[in-house]
């Protein structure tokens, strides 16, 4: 079946411009999570998803960030003013219950890069 | 906070040889154990897990170990292939939480 898949895949942004990033997951998945990758760094969590609820927005860097899940399925990873170093690779990852033994399922990821 | 220190790269191994990627965590609870590969021009994807102390996750011929008195969780495999080139990733969650804390990576080549 279909993964979690994200779009666009690549995005370059002028500094000062605002970007929104997709993300579909799973199918029937209750929990989804964003995560950012800078170049040769692990992906570091930012925030996520119960359903429709954002339990933990802990990870996200400023308030120029911000991400919803308003009917529980796609979510949009939205980042205002964007600046040089917002540059990275921004990963969804779904998966099936709030258990958290259960196993991420990760999109290709977005790569971001801001001129 | 939890944190994971997982060997820097990269290493390049001939076909066939032994790996052993060391990998050890920090955390103030009873975290579950993971290791993730990320093929080239593809998304991560969990190799394999432990959820507690002693526990052995396998999987592609890949195992690891959770040893909870060393804190650590190394991956091994006992004969690599050139397939095997990847970039795999330490991370543990702890407790009811959900996100998971990453290591920065391990790039590993293979060559022929």
């Known amino acids: 079946g279909a993964g979690v898949s994200q779009s666009p895949r690549y995005k370059v942004a002028k500094r000062g411009q605002d970007v929104a990033l997709r993300c579909d997951p799973i199918s029937g998945h209750v929990s989804l999570f964003w995560y950012q990758q800078a170049l040769g760094q692990g992906p570091e969590f930012l925030t996520y998803f119960q359903n429709e609820a954002q339990l933990d927005k802990s990870g996200l860097p400023s308030d120029r960030f911000f991400a919803e899940r308003p009917e529980g399925s796609v979510s949009t990873l939205k980042i205002q003013r964007t600046q040089q170093e917002d540059s990275a690779v921004y990963l969804c990852?779904?998966?099936?219950?709030?258990?958290?033994?259960?196993?991420?399922?990760f999109g290709p990821g977005t790569r971001l890069t801001v001129t | 906070g939890n944190s994971v220190t997982q060997m820097e790269g990269p290493v390049t191994l001939s076909e066939e040889a032994f790996l052993t990627i060391n990998c050890t965590y920090t955390a103030t609870g009873y975290p579950s154990l993971f290791w993730y590969v990320q093929y080239p021009g593809e998304g991560l994807q969990l190799l394999l897990k432990a959820t507690k102390a002693d526990d052995k996750g396998s999987n592609k011929g890949f195992e690891a170990t959770y040893r909870k008195e060393t804190t650590s969780f190394h991956l091994e495999k006992g004969s690599v292939q050139v397939s095997d080139s990847a970039v795999y990733f330490c991370?543990?969650?702890?407790?009811?939480?959900?996100?998971?804390?990453f290591g920065t990576g391990t790039k590993l080549q293979v060559i022929p």
């Open positions: 991370a543990l969650i702890e407790g009811g939480y959900q996100k998971v804390t």
């Open positions: 990852a779904s998966s099936l219950a709030e258990v958290s033994s259960y196993e991420q399922y």
